[in-house]
């Protein structure tokens, strides 16, 4: 079903639970047939679909908790085990080897194998699509050893290889689960919930009895995809759907109301997620550093999160987010100087784009038309442009756009990825200028001393400080929240909900 479609059939459902709540009194329904609902199903809503289909890396989102991967970042943004147990590095750094927990059931019964996580590695290095981050482009080969132990031989020392390789870098499927070409045929993983159906929006997740952690807390859990920030709000307050747990899922907007909400739990947590305000570099006006320069440095973050963002981020004076707190340097200033504004044709006009799929998960309209109003007062024509997916990825890619708002998750907790990311994300945009430190990039990639990174990675980050490549504008915080018959809801530094912690709990009506 199409994304609109969607939106319309739950604004129904909506309707139809809001006029049947009304009738039982704040959103709540009567009897045992609600009682048996509440023990059962946890309804959970998002502002994007989780289901990615067969032609991806993991079939479903991590979120949904239906697959894991061998290691996981912890709140400091450092590897912990999870399939694997322990990782030891040998050779420099060019082999490494990760020992497999014992006895992780498979939703089909089948067991955690050497042979098993071979197979899943080599689906990400025989397809590179699968492998956005390159995450695996220096593997030379990936070999079983002993019992349990699983070898990774590098063509280059990689001294971040466990947290590289974490929760989507290391996503484990039982065997068979892809064809030649990479593309799933079927999907079993370890996780708590086995996915059962996508339909309509909604994903519907089982229990995994077996699950080498105990039992689940809920027989079955649904994800209710809901693009529309309102619509989800209003799923929540009338008891439509039980908690909305994602990155973006409340809008900050949203705060005041659900703060003084009965019957719902409010909570946050600091993300991983970091929102930039991108330059085109080579094109008019911004191919002038000065101008870009000016931007950064006039533009008031303080005040632009205090009167948009509120406690759902925090001014940045930073690339990297504050959890990746050992490679973070604070070199865009949040105090704003008072600089000469660009001198240009009247017939000059800035364009910011934005994705249309941003604008229900982050206040992305509301940051424009505050930059757009900073770029009038210094004299500036400015226009806000939103496309749909397809066309914003174009655009991108041809560097069609002066300004860009754009978020980025440290998912890897390493700067490596990040400027990974820079590199790809409009090569048209800042190419040529990336080439003058892509050379240091790489060094900086495969250097094994630890202060040494730390000092190539300062080096970078303030090259694109001193250069306005981009403006950090905030740190994410993520709101969720939750109907008070469930407790113990958490989500970690990517939004990942902690679904074997979450309690029942038993709501006086």
């Given at each position: 079903m199409k994304p609109l479609s969607i939106y319309f059939s739950l604004c129904f459902v909506f309707l139809v639970g809001t006029i049947f709540s009304f009738g039982c009194g704040d959103g709540h329904h009567s009897g045992s047939q609600?009682?048996?609902?509440?023990?059962?199903?946890?309804?959970?809503?998002?502002?994007?679909?989780?289901?990615?289909?067969?032609?991806?890396?993991?079939?479903?989102?991590?979120?949904?908790?239906?697959?894991?991967?061998?290691?996981?970042l912890d709140e400091k943004l450092q590897p912990r085990n999870w399939l694997a147990e322990s990782w030891r590095l040998e050779d420099g750094g060019r082999r490494w080897i990760f020992q497999l927990k014992k006895n992780i059931p498979f939703h089909d019964g089948t067991l955690l194998t050497k042979e098993v996580v071979i197979e899943n590695i080599l689906r990400y290095k025989n397809h590179p699509k699968y492998d956005p981050h390159g995450l695996y482009r220096d593997l030379l080969s990936v070999r079983g050893a002993g019992e349990r132990d699983v070898v990774f031989h590098l063509s280059t020392p990689c001294p971040n290889f466990p947290a590289s390789i974490n929760y989507f870098g290391s996503a484990i499927l039982?065997?068979?689960?892809?064809?030649?070409?990479?593309?799933?045929?079927?999907?079993?993983g370890t996780g708590p919930y086995r996915f059962v159906m996508n339909k309509d929006g909604v994903i519907r997740?089982?229990?995994?009895?077996?699950?080498?952690?105990?039992?689940?807390?809920?027989e079955n859990i649904e994800f209710w995809y809901i693009p529309d920030a309102s619509t989800r709000l209003n799923a929540l307050k009338a008891g439509q759907i039980d908690?909305?747990?994602?990155v973006?899922?409340?809008l900050p907007s949203q705060l005041p109301d659900l703060k003084h909400s009965k019957h719902i739990t409010l909570r946050s947590e600091t993300v991983a997620t970091t929102h930039y305000l991108l330059f085109n570099c080579q094109h008019p006006p911004f191919h002038s550093i000065h101008n870009r320069k000016w931007v950064s440095s006039t533009l008031d973050r303080n005040q632009?999160?205090?009167?948009?963002?509120?406690?759902?981020?925090v001014a940045s004076d930073s690339i990297f987010t504050p959890l990746a707190e050992e490679w973070q340097e604070r070199l865009f200033p949040l105090t704003p100087s008072f600089e000469k504004p660009p001198d240009l044709s009247p017939e000059v006009e800035i364009s910011i784009l934005l994705?249309?799929?941003?604008?229900?998960?982050?206040?992305?309209?509301?940051?424009?038309?505050?930059?757009?109003?900073?770029?009038?007062?210094?004299?500036?024509?400015?226009?806000?442009?939103?496309?749909e997916a397809g066309s914003f990825k174009e655009s991108l890619k041809k560097g069609n756009f002066d300004l860009v708002l754009h978020p980025f998750t440290l998912m890897t907790g390493d700067p490596d990825i990040f400027f990974t990311w820079l590199s790809h994300v409009s090569p048209v945009a800042f190419g040529n200028?990336?080439?003058?430190?892509?050379?240091?990039?790489?060094?900086?990639?495969?250097?094994?001393?630890?202060?040494?990174?730390?000092?190539?990675?300062?080096?970078?980050?303030?090259?694109?400080?001193?250069?306005?490549?981009?403006?950090?504008?905030?740190?994410?915080?993520?709101?969720y929240a939750y109907r008070d018959h469930i407790d113990g809801l958490k989500i970690d530094a990517f939004f990942r909900p902690n679904l074997m912690e979450v309690k029942k709990n038993k709501v006086a009506r």
């Amino acid at each position: 079903m199409k994304p609109l479609s969607i939106y319309f059939s739950l604004c129904f459902v909506f309707l139809v639970g809001t006029i049947f709540s009304f009738g039982c009194g704040d959103g709540h329904h009567s009897g045992s047939q609600r009682q048996k609902d509440e023990s059962s199903v946890l309804r959970i809503g998002v502002g994007r679909d989780l289901y990615d289909g067969p032609d991806s890396r993991s079939f479903v989102h991590g979120s949904l908790n239906a697959w894991e991967s061998l290691i996981y970042l912890d709140e400091k943004l450092q590897p912990r085990n999870w399939l694997a147990e322990s990782w030891r590095l040998e050779d420099g750094g060019r082999r490494w080897i990760f020992q497999l927990k014992k006895n992780i059931p498979f939703h089909d019964g089948t067991l955690l194998t050497k042979e098993v996580v071979i197979e899943n590695i080599l689906r990400y290095k025989n397809h590179p699509k699968y492998d956005p981050h390159g995450l695996y482009r220096d593997l030379l080969s990936v070999r079983g050893a002993g019992e349990r132990d699983v070898v990774f031989h590098l063509s280059t020392p990689c001294p971040n290889f466990p947290a590289s390789i974490n929760y989507f870098g290391s996503a484990i499927l039982t065997s068979g689960s892809f064809d030649s070409k990479g593309q799933f045929t079927k999907f079993t993983g370890t996780g708590p919930y086995r996915f059962v159906m996508n339909k309509d929006g909604v994903i519907r997740l089982k229990a995994h009895s077996a699950y080498w952690q105990g039992k689940p807390p809920f027989e079955n859990i649904e994800f209710w995809y809901i693009p529309d920030a309102s619509t989800r709000l209003n799923a929540l307050k009338a008891g439509q759907i039980d908690a909305i747990v994602d990155v973006g899922g409340i809008l900050p907007s949203q705060l005041p109301d659900l703060k003084h909400s009965k019957h719902i739990t409010l909570r946050s947590e600091t993300v991983a997620t970091t929102h930039y305000l991108l330059f085109n570099c080579q094109h008019p006006p911004f191919h002038s550093i000065h101008n870009r320069k000016w931007v950064s440095s006039t533009l008031d973050r303080n005040q632009l999160v205090q009167s948009i963002i509120g406690d759902a981020g925090v001014a940045s004076d930073s690339i990297f987010t504050p959890l990746a707190e050992e490679w973070q340097e604070r070199l865009f200033p949040l105090t704003p100087s008072f600089e000469k504004p660009p001198d240009l044709s009247p017939e000059v006009e800035i364009s910011i784009l934005l994705h249309s799929g941003t604008l229900q998960r982050w206040p992305y309209k509301d940051i424009a038309e505050a930059i757009h109003a900073h770029l009038l007062r210094g004299g500036l024509k400015a226009k806000i442009r939103i496309e749909e997916a397809g066309s914003f990825k174009e655009s991108l890619k041809k560097g069609n756009f002066d300004l860009v708002l754009h978020p980025f998750t440290l998912m890897t907790g390493d700067p490596d990825i990040f400027f990974t990311w820079l590199s790809h994300v409009s090569p048209v945009a800042f190419g040529n200028e990336l080439k003058n430190v892509s050379e240091l990039a790489s060094k900086a990639r495969y250097e094994i001393d630890k202060e040494q990174r730390k000092k190539m990675y300062r080096q970078l980050q303030k090259w694109i400080s001193e250069n306005g490549l981009l403006l950090p504008l905030y740190h994410d915080v993520a709101f969720y929240a939750y109907r008070d018959h469930i407790d113990g809801l958490k989500i970690d530094a990517f939004f990942r909900p902690n679904l074997m912690e979450v309690k029942k709990n038993k709501v006086a009506r």
